[in-house]
């Protein structure tokens, strides 16, 4: 057997990415015809809770010969394979697929200080094999699974790329946000005013006119990681993704209003956004993993004037819920490493931000440079006060509840490292320190659902440091743990003979 082939560059489309997956082991062909009335959907969510191969579902009850469409779940999910836990992650981005956390920071944040490259308009593409206009389309007719029983609908588009610009067309916003079927031709789906999609669609309310619109389904992993990131309000998407992949990207103008989009996507969707018409939308079980039954909300209707799409097109789907799905491995480390350049620029001495995963995109756990922190000859009161501001003042900053400092012996990407910091040397009441100057997303359970506050609802920097380490001394105490408690020589022989000793080799 042929060794896999290594890849060292981000996938250009989804189709490399499924290929590069298959390479690896990591994705299965599910070719067993499935029903999309829930077992499609408990399927992919199994797949979530045991980190599993990501599955490729080509026999959906419902889909006509290799129209509309094969489905695709845990797109960006964890991983067994040994040692590529995050591979899903890191492959999006055009790392090895071994990368650890703080090398995909690193990566997203190193873009940053690059040349955006703006994408290439080319004429043709594969998205335009195939082309549906006006009274043709028929949304109900589709396979859409359905995702939870309690939803209220069928969620076409929970990891699609919303296409959205400014009436001046001086900024275009490439975005994630969920929407469900409403009839033949319209979706419906919250637009949140806060949110940049939400910033736009106020603009063409404010002219009197319809929104354009596109959605775009199976775009390149690096757009839809990119798609999940609060970056500065104002600044196109495309152009950081074209310097975070080292390449433009190639985008097709659409059939029906002036939006480009990229060339090699799967599906998109073209029309219009209502400033006037709204719709029942919901319930949806959300990334918090709560839902509450019948609870649904009058939310804009999306119109689909054409549908251009590939030969048996691939829908990707994340199914919502506890962790881990999309929404934390695409959407919150995204967050974090706008969240560390933010820290960065403010001249706070931080070296990582993570988000574990297990949180459910509302902790973030914020590391110290300590020898950058001890020339600041700074106290825990003042310092977590000024980190709390600069960070929950900042654009993502709205979406996140609580924010953990560790020092640098705490591995940010460990929850057990965190429990063990936050449990130890954060004295409840007197090292945390609390913010209600700041708005919270209202989609956190505890925001939408909780006790009302007089004034905002609160958040939090929970200091996991001693006061010590904010000192300009060496740290009086050591770990109890292998590599804190054994010499280099005895961890060596150890690591060594440990399938000797008739233990399982150790995964990553």
């Known amino acids: 057997m042929a060794a896999p082939e290594k890849h060292s560059a981000a996938a250009g489309d989804l189709r490399r990415f499924l290929k590069e997956l298959h390479d690896e082991g990591d994705l299965l062909i599910i070719r067993k015809e499935v029903d999309p009335e829930m077992e499609l959907a408990a399927i992919t969510r199994r797949v979530y809770e045991t980190e599993e191969k990501a599955p490729l579902f080509e026999n959906i009850k419902g889909r006509h010969g290799d129209g509309l469409f094969r489905v695709l779940g845990a797109p960006v999910g964890l991983s067994r394979v040994p040692g590529q836990r995050l591979g899903r992650i890191a492959k999006s981005l055009g790392l090895p697929s071994t990368a650890a956390g703080a090398e995909i920071i690193d990566k997203i944040n190193s873009a940053k200080s690059l040349q955006p490259l703006d ?19 028929d949304l109900t007719s589709l396979p859409t699974p359905l995702l939870h029983q309690h939803d209220g609908g069928k969620f076409l588009e929970t990891f699609g790329m919303h296409i959205v610009q400014t009436p001046d067309g001086s900024w275009t916003n490439w975005s994630i ?8 031709r319209h979706l419906v789906g919250p637009i949140i005013p806060k949110q940049d999609i939400g910033v736009i669609y106020q603009m063409w309310k404010d002219k009197g006119e319809d929104m354009p619109w596109a959605l775009c389904f199976g775009v390149p992993p690096a757009a839809i990681m990119v798609g999940g990131m609060p970056i500065p309000k104002g600044v196109d998407e495309a152009g950081f993704i074209g310097a975070l992949i080292g390449k433009p990207v190639d985008v097709v103008k659409c059939e029906t209003n002036n939006i480009r989009v990229p060339v090699n996507a799967e599906i998109v969707f073209e029309g219009t956004v209502s400033i006037t018409e709204t719709a029942p939308e919901g319930p949806m079980m959300e990334y918090h993993g709560h839902v509450w039954p019948e609870k649904s909300k009058l939310c804009p209707l999306f119109k689909v004037n ?32 706008e969240v560390l ?28 440079d300590r020898a950058k922190l001890r020339k600041l000859t700074t106290n825990m009161e003042d310092f977590c006060t000024k980190l709390g501001h600069v960070v929950f003042g900042s654009k993502p900053g709205w979406y996140m509840g609580k924010v953990f400092l ?86 060596k022989t150890v690591e060594e003979n440990w399938e000797r000793y008739g233990f399982q080799p150790l995964l990553n």
């Open 177 to 184: 946000t969920r929407a469900m079927t409403h009839d033949k």
């Open 306 to 337: 054409a549908i251009t799409y590939r030969a048996d097109p691939i829908l990707p789907i994340c199914i919502t819920g506890r962790a881990t799905e999309e929404s934390h491995t695409c959407w919150a480390v995204m967050i974090a490493a």
């Open 341 to 368: 350049t933010i820290c960065q620029d403010a001249g706070l001495p931080i070296q990582m931000v993570w988000c574990p995963f297990e949180s459910h995109a509302i902790w973030y756990v914020i590391q110290v």
């Open 406 to 491: 560790v020092g640098e012996d705490v591995d940010p990407t460990s929850l057990r490292d965190v429990i063990w910091a936050e449990s130890t040397r954060c004295e409840p009441g007197t090292c945390e320190f609390l913010f209600d100057e700041y708005g919270n997303i209202p989609l956190i359970p505890y925001v939408g659902y909780g006790v009302k506050p007089a004034k905002n609802h609160k958040k939090v920097v929970k200091c996991c440091m001693l006061p010590c380490e904010f000192e300009d001394i060496d740290l009086p105490w050591k770990v109890g743990s292998f590599r804190g408690s054994y010499p280099v020589d005895v961890q």
């Open 119 to 137: 994408p290439v308009e080319v004429q043709d593409g594969p998205v335009k094999e195939f082309k549906l206009f006006g009274d043709d389309i």
